[in-house]
């Protein structure tokens, strides 16, 4: 994580448990790894059973391709 340029946080939009609370957990677990500059990216996930909560900068769903081949693209952007 220390060398990241990009850090995907992925959140199930169909987890019952309020969303800006899970966020909140996730970033103090990582934020003394997180590396400066690195691009933070919240990408909801499995928004065909629930609406990504607004959070999101991304929303995706395996089940129906939904958001996968557009987080593919700006992964690509970013990275390069």
């Known amino acids: 994580l220390e060398r990241a340029r990009v850090v995907l946080h992925c959140l199930d939009a169909a987890d019952p448990e ?3 609370q899970r966020i909140a ?3 103090e677990g990582v934020a003394a ?7 933070e990216v919240l990408v909801a996930t499995r ?3 629930a609406p990504a909560p ?5 929303a995706t769903s395996a089940e129906t391709g939904e958001g996968i081949a557009e ?5 690509i952007r970013w990275l390069s």
């Open 18 to 20: 309020d969303p800006a």
């Open 25 to 27: 957990r996730v970033r």
């Open 33 to 39: 790894h997180m590396p400066e500059g690195a691009r």
């Open 47 to 49: 928004c065909d059973l």
């Open 54 to 58: 607004p959070e999101a900068d991304m």
């Open 71 to 75: 987080l593919r693209d700006e992964l």
